[in-house]
């Protein structure tokens, strides 16, 4: 199974961007999938998570109200809708998936996002 995330780029503040990540290689169907980031010099940090089968998310304090993330599954893809992008937000953004809920086995590359003030 393979991730690959998409989407990142340059954007002022106050802008959005939305990320994809696609899946691929055998028939994948996971409990869940979501996203992190890394900020430069920073450790990597949890953003957001949804559940599979019924599109429950779970969203970090510092993005809530301003991120949105949603799954196709026929297309077995997620996405990530940044609103409201802050300075802050400035990471290499990174997706994960899961078969369970307690490890976090799948990653993808990362994609640059950047927010200029």
């Known amino acids: 199974v393979q991730l690959q995330a998409y989407g990142g780029g340059l954007v002022q503040a106050g802008g959005s961007l939305r990320l994809s990540c696609v899946t691929s290689?055998?028939?994948?169907?996971?409990?869940?999938m979501g996203w992190f980031r890394q900020a430069p010099g920073k450790e990597r940090e949890f953003v957001t998570q949804?559940?599979?089968?019924?599109?429950?998310?779970t969203d970090a304090d510092s993005v809530k109200g301003r991120f949105v993330t949603s799954r196709d599954n026929t297309k077995n893809t997620l996405y990530l809708q940044m609103n409201n992008l802050e300075p802050e937000d400035t990471a290499v953004y990174f997706c994960?998936?899961?078969?369970?809920?307690?490890?976090?086995?799948?990653w993808g590359q990362g994609t640059l996002v950047t927010v200029s003030s």
């Open positions: 949804i559940r599979w089968s019924d599109g429950f998310t």
């Open positions: 994960a998936a899961d078969h369970s809920a307690y490890h976090w086995t799948y």
């Open positions: 290689g055998r028939t994948f169907s996971p409990y869940r």
